[in-house]
């Protein structure tokens, strides 16, 4: 009979999963921290173990350590309540079987015991690799179940040199799982080299890929070196990759294929390592078929495929990714920090979210800026626009129970606020229309342009004053 250990100071947890092993065949001993289960390997050896990762004195991430230099064999399945990317990468680097997040379903765990004894070896555990220098870029937030999904995808996929194809609607976050990869493999040290070829005329997009030789075309005075050698040592991504013309493909291929290419124009035949991580909104096995895409290429492209849920399919992160944006969108223009009440958060989770994580971060600027209180109420969330349910609803409702809720509260400056969130939303759509210019924004407002100037510099004096100003 093959003998687990279950480590973890919850003693709730231990009890449940200790049972749920026993009743599967298994012989289960636990321990209520990871020294216990140290001292024990003196004279016991467990066929896999279940630590937890927050424990007091050792944490699993050092008891995974520590096993590792003693029983490299015994397969470790690493539990934690805490999931992100980090620690998920951190427990695989670190040599983990795998990594189950809390709460888990107990077949789901007997499944991975069951893998474990099965004779499949523990993952080796891989030298430290010392992080890019910190960054700016945000980490992906999450953890609705789809989400802890994507993050052992990461964790299991950073550490090996596979391409990946990132799938999911637009604004979902695709190149932060692309940084994220990047970040924590061994190639973090290196370039992240980011390339959207839905953005490039199709006549440029190969030489900004491959590079040229001066004189390869009119206006090419000097040689340039393309993505691919920009990205040498580290990652390049390819952000919606299905907007690829088909000429491309096939170059795009022979480089995946061989790890060799010619600059536009060029003799020289140049080696490239750069990791290739691609991204796309379609549906690619369906452009495949239509004659759209290259079957071969998708191949290539999809060694291992990382799909990010759309917002409304993870609506219980909402309110952490809301509260995230909102802090950061005060401290990045100078502003007081504002909270969202609890209403508010419910409201937003109710949202479907056409626009995904991108759409919630712009709200997020918007009312940290322009929401009159501290406290941003689900009658600010109607009042703006972007809120709404849909362009054809009835915003003057949204109007009407903004005004009662601060009338109840005993404002009496309701109908000031009123009127700079109307002419600031009106502004900024029409701005935003034709592209910033304010005679025509004007013009399609049916105001004068010294009308539309005034009433901008008017919102613009209303709003929050910065610190120290």
Known sequence: MKELWVIDDDRSVRFVLAEALREAGFMVRDFDNARA??????????????????????????????LNARIPDV????????????????????????????????????????????????????????????????????????????????????????????????????????????????????????????????????????????????????????????AAGGTLFLDEIGDMPASLQTRLLRVLAEGEFYRVGGRELIRTDARVIAATHQDLARKVAEGGFRADLLHRLDVVRIHLPALRERREDVGELAARFLAQAAASMGLEPKRFSQRALEQLARFDWPGNVRQLENLCRRLAAMAPGREIVAADLALDFGATAGAGGDWTQGLRAWAQDRLRDGD????????????????????????GHRQQAAARLGLGRNTITRKLGATRRRRPRTPGT
């Open 37 to 66: 289960a140290l001292s024990v390997l003196a004279h016991a050896r467990p066929d896999a173990v279940f630590t937890d990762v927050r424990m007091p004195g050792m944490s699993g991430i050092e008891l995974l350590e520590a």
């Open 75 to 230: 397969p470790v399945v690493v539990m934690s309540a805490y999931t992100d990317v980090a620690s998920t990468v951190g427990a695989f680097r670190g040599g983990a079987f795998e990594f189950l997040s809390k709460p888990f379903d107990l077949d789901q765990a007997v499944a991975i015991a069951r893998r474990a004894v099965a004779g499949g070896e523990a993952p080796a555990a891989l030298p430290p690799v010392a992080p890019e220098a910190p960054a700016a870029d945000p980490e992906l937030v999450g953890s609705a179940p789809a989400m802890r999904e994507v993050f052992r995808a990461i964790g299991r996929v950073a550490r090996t040199r596979l391409n990946v194809l990132v799938t999911g609607e637009t604004g979902t976050g695709k190149e932060l799982v692309a940084r994220a990869l990047h970040r924590h493999s061994d190639r973090a040290r290196g370039p992240f080299v980011a390339l959207n070829t839905a953005a490039i005329p199709a006549e440029l997009l190969e030489s900004e890929l491959f590079g040229h030789e001066a004189g390869a075309f009119t206006g090419a005075q000097r040689r340039h070196a393309g993505r691919f050698e920009q």
């Open 412 to 435: 009496d400056g309701v109908y000031a606020q009123a009127r700079e969130h109307f002419d600031r939303a009106l502004l900024d759509a029409a701005l935003e229309l034709t592209g």
